[in-house]
């Protein structure tokens, strides 16, 4: 819509694997003279700073040199700014956009912040200074069943309404140990043309279940993105295709498939089941399936958070 008034836009987010999404969606829209560009924030600021741009600890920029350059910048009409998932960014961004004179759009829902540096609503209405607040309601991904199991792990104020779409209620299953390739396998087979996302919580975890999918069912050829890698088959994917990606919890936001697959919620056993952080994970989690949702563990015992889920909420077996 910004585009079609003239106004070049830029699209932002954290996750790489997000902006490849997002970007893939961009393409497909429009308009035909890309006027709308999506990038990461990382990218995009150290496009904006120049070569060099000084980094911190905490694996963001050094902040005040960046306060530094926009004060010293002339003033200019700002950039036109579009943020998804913007509770992953941390407040000094918005300070940063604020100083830019930036027209700023912010998708963002405190609910579902996973990452160590990220910022509440009110610190984003702060930092921005002089905006406009408007809340968003309704659930166009999910099914009923999927979005009542996902309200269960709901950390905000109220319950989050549910859609009228109907489908199966997730499932728990009791995998065997290295058993989550059998059922990736059969969710498969069983539905050929949909996207089956596997989220997981390790890259040494990735790797297995990859080499497992890749000896017993070559035909399938899984997907995988690991953030450590800079280029190449397990950095650039296309997400437009059918079939088995292997994601890191940490790369899910945002993140939508047919089918999800959670294979290893036993390795949240020694968690805290009243942490708002392992809460706001499986709501996330919960949230990127459309159709289908299955979760898997190993071991005698089911996980603490989800023994606490009713029998009617989530099947077992």
């Not at 829209?29 to 924030?41: I, M, N």
């Not at 309404?161 to 489908?167: F, T, V, Y």
Request: proline share 7%.
């Amino acid at each position: 819509m910004l585009a079609l008034t003239g106004t070049p836009a830029v699209l932002l987010t954290r996750s790489n694997l997000l902006r490849q999404s997002l970007a893939a969606v961009v393409h497909a829209l429009g308009p035909v003279d890309r006027s709308v560009r999506v990038a990461t924030a990382h990218s995009w600021l150290a496009e904006w700073y120049g070569t060099k741009a000084p980094r911190s600890d905490d694996g963001w920029y050094d902040w005040h040199a960046f306060f530094e350059r926009a004060a010293e910048t002339e003033p200019v009409a700002g950039p036109t700014l579009v943020i998804d998932e913007g509770q992953d960014l941390p407040p000094e961004f918005y300070r940063l956009c604020r100083l830019l004179q930036a027209r700023t759009t912010v998708f963002a829902d405190e609910c579902q912040r996973l990452t160590e540096t990220n910022s509440t609503l009110a610190e984003i209405t702060q930092r921005l200074g002089n905006c406009t607040r408007r809340e968003l309601n309704g659930n166009h991904r999910n099914t009923h069943q999927i979005a009542a199991f996902a309200a269960h792990f709901h950390t905000g104020a109220g319950t989050p309404a549910l859609p009228d779409r109907d489908g199966s209620p997730p499932r728990l299953h009791h995998l065997p140990q290295r058993g989550a390739a059998d059922l990736v396998i059969l969710l498969a087979q069983r539905h050929p043309g949909r996207s089956i996302g596997v989220i997981v919580n390790s890259t040494h975890a990735q790797f297995s279940l990859l080499g497992s999918l890749e000896r017993r069912a070559p035909r399938l050829k899984p997907q995988m993105y690991t953030a450590k890698a800079t280029q190449g088959r397990y950095r650039n994917l296309d997400l437009s295709r059918p079939g088995v990606v292997l994601v890191h919890r940490a790369s899910a936001k945002g993140l939508g498939f047919d089918t999800v697959v959670v294979p290893d919620t036993h390795t949240d056993a020694a968690a805290d089941p009243t942490s708002a952080a392992l809460r706001m994970t499986y709501y996330v989690l919960a949230t990127r399936a459309r159709q289908e949702l299955h979760f898997g563990y190993e071991g005698e015992n089911e996980p603490p958070l989800i023994a606490t889920v009713p029998r009617g909420v989530l099947q077992r077996g």
